[in-house]
């Protein structure tokens, strides 16, 4: 994760407050200039320098330093001993181990401005270039008493850089808890359940596994308690009671699963934490049946019912105007999988798509009162 770190400058020379009622942006990023195509980097340290009360254009100098080797143009950013000589900012990279949200939130204690590399498809600012048209990384920065935001707007939906990725840690609300299903050959289906609370947790953990028609081929259930900062690993076949070659490794036969899910619901907790591993796929599905129903759950929010007759892998939810708790994951054949979506706009209900790379068809989001 890139931070930047003030070098011989008071500690609150990194401390950024802004938020978008009454912010005024640099000069160059005022509505009259001509700006067709947006950098990101670039603009970040701008609107960032100018905050600080500090002036960006001596930076712009890195502009001259772009070149083309006959094929291909270089990057046009900020070099970090401009900014380091100019601002006495020192920019490096941070080991992530602590939870994404968590480790932003030290930041301004520890004199440290972090950013973060986001998914560009919803992000409303970037409309006409990437937001619902292309998934392109953009760096976001949190200014100080902005993470109740950050975390309020699809904390669920970012990727932890301890999990495997396309794993994602569950409904909105379970941040710091997170179950993940991964091939271990030979040995199987591992199951790892997370606790990064300081409490201990306990609850049940429910195994599925689904093939091709639907049909379950394994159920298993297990009590877990898991202590405070620690985790437990799970093999299916102990689970089960058996070994199934879930992972289809041995390839006896017929495969036993198209895909394995696990749910942890935990004690006195509303939500629960779940992760699916599609272990056989298959992708072009011209009739994967897959269905989308939207209903409300209380007076702002709404839960979206997903459903195939065929195991999904990168299920995309699109619907402009809410922001839901999980998306681009998996899901087995007939065994819905229920999404929550957060208001954030002035519809009345969910309007929208949902598609997979397997299904060559999309969904239409279906509202019922």
């Not at 405070?228 to 879930?246: E, H, K, P, V």
């Not at 895909?259 to 907790?269: N, P």
Request: aromatic fraction near 8%; charged fraction near 20%.
């Amino acid at each position: 994760m890139p931070r930047a770190v003030a070098v011989g400058l008071p500690e609150p020379a990194l401390q950024i407050s802004a938020s978008p009622r009454g912010y005024q942006s640099h000069f160059s990023h005022a509505g009259e200039r001509i700006w067709p195509e947006t950098n990101c980097y670039l603009d970040l340290w701008i609107e960032t320098l100018h905050d600080l009360g500090l002036d960006p254009v001596p930076a712009f100098a890195c502009a001259l330093s772009a070149d083309h080797d006959g094929l291909q143009w270089t990057f046009l950013k900020q070099q970090p001993e401009d900014l380091r000589r100019l601002y006495g900012l020192e920019v490096t990279e941070e080991i992530v181990w602590l939870p994404l949200l968590e480790t932003v939130e030290s930041g301004p204690s520890r004199g440290v401005l972090n950013t973060v590399e986001v998914d560009s498809w919803w992000l409303p600012d970037t409309a006409g270039t990437a937001y619902h048209a292309d998934h392109v990384k953009k760096p976001r920065s949190f200014p100080a008493g902005s993470t109740g935001d950050f975390a309020s707007c699809g904390t669920s939906d970012c990727r932890d850089s301890r999990r495997p990725a396309g794993r994602r840690i569950g409904h909105c609300g379970s941040r710091y808890r997170a179950v993940v299903l991964s091939n271990a050959g030979l040995s199987g289906v591992r199951i790892d359940v997370y606790n990064d609370t300081p409490d201990s947790l306990a609850g049940e953990l429910v195994l599925v596994a689904t093939n091709f028609l639907g049909q379950r081929t394994v159920e298993a259930r297990r009590a877990v308690s898991i202590p405070g900062r620690s985790s437990f690993t799970f093999f299916d076949s102990s689970l089960s009671g058996a070994f199934r070659d879930l992972s289809n490794s041995f390839r006896f036969g017929k495969p036993t699963a198209d895909g394995i899910e696990a749910v942890v619901e935990f004690v006195g907790s509303p939500y629960m934490i779940r992760d699916a591993l599609i272990v056989n796929p298959r992708p072009g599905q011209a009739n994967s049946g897959i269905r989308a129903l939207a209903y409300p759950s209380d007076e702002t929010d709404w839960t979206l019912e997903i459903s195939s007759d065929v195991a999904l892998r990168y299920v995309a939810i699109d619907a402009p105007g809410w922001i839901p708790s999980d998306n681009f994951f998996h899901l087995l054949a007939a065994t819905p999988y229920s999404v929550r979506l957060q208001r954030c706009c002035d519809q009345a209900a969910p309007l929208g798509k949902v598609a997979s790379v397997d299904s060559l068809g999309t969904a239409t989001i279906t509202a019922s009162a």
